[in-house]
Structures are given as C-alpha cells and as structure tokens.
C-alpha cells in the first residue's frame, strides 16, 4: 500500500507540473496574442495614416499649389500697383525732386552768402534800461572774435 501512495503522489507530481507547463504555455500565448493585436493596430494606424494622407495628397497636388501661389503673387502684385496710383501726386504736388533740391542748395547758398557778408552784430539778450542823460555820440562797436576777424579779412580778399 505504501507504494501505491508513492505511485499515486508521482502521478499526481506528474499531472502537477504538466498542469503548470500547461498554464504557463496559455500565459505565453496571451503575451503572443496581446504583442500581435498591438502589432495589428499599429499596422491598421500606418495604413489609415497613408491612405488619409493619400486622400490629402489628391485633394492638393503641386500643380493646385503652384496655381494659387501664383494666384497670391499676381494680387499682392496689383494691390501694390493700386497703392502706388493712390500715393503718386498729381497737378500741383507734381514736381521733379531733383529739381527742388538744386533750387534749394541755391537758395541755401545764397542765404549763407548772405550771411557771410552781413557785420556779426550781437543783439543784447534783454532790453537795457538806459538813464536819463549823456548819450553817447557813436554806437559803440561790438567786439569781434579771432575767428570772426579772420573770416571778415577772408572776405574782402575774396571780394564777396
């Protein structure tokens, strides 16, 4: 009887480790199946991602592109045209800018012409009260510095 027991136990051992290889082949046959199913949608993902972007792609083609970017070219062109008709001066505010500023270099010249030739005269900053009395006679010449003597013999040697 003893060993019948023993011979039961080794069966019951035997039927103990076959009943864990056998789960622990279902366990890898889920990890299987589950890496597939991921493996399966991530394919399905790829194809709806190529087959939209596909779509996309014939709904814009290059030559479409092309087309409307010349489109946005040519009316960037003429709003710029428009712009320059509404800016451009016309009747009297119609003068040649070269000519305008040859007349003011000459207006410019002879002003400071002008000046050169004129005495350096300085006005007194604020009016003097002068007493009742003796005045003198003749005004009384202002003084002149280095540079303002040196210009006024400069000046007459060059006759201006």
């Not at 622990?24 to 394919?43: F, N, P, S």
């Not at 779509?55 to 087309?67: L, P, S």
């Not at 050169?116 to 003796?134: C, E």
């Amino acid at each position: 009887a003893a060993i019948q027991c023993l011979k039961r136990k080794r069966l019951y051992e035997q039927q103990v480790e076959q009943l864990g290889n056998q789960q622990l082949r279902i366990h890898d046959q889920m990890i299987m199946l589950e890496g597939a199913k991921a493996t399966t949608e991530t394919v399905e993902a790829l194809r709806f991602g190529a087959s939209t972007m596909k779509a996309m792609q014939k709904a814009t083609n290059i030559n479409d592109v092309d087309k409307t970017m010349d489109e946005i070219n040519e009316q960037t062109e003429n709003m710029k045209q428009i712009q320059e008709a509404l800016s451009t001066p016309f009747g009297a505010a119609d003068f040649d800018e070269d000519e305008l500023e040859a007349e003011l270099e000459e207006l410019e010249g002879a002003e400071l012409e002008e000046e050169l030739l004129q005495p350096v005269t300085t006005a007194p900053a604020a009016s003097v009260h002068v007493p009742a009395g003796r005045q003198p006679t003749r005004p009384v010449p202002a003084k002149s510095t280095p540079e303002e003597d040196e210009l006024a013999a400069l000046q007459a040697e060059m006759a201006l």
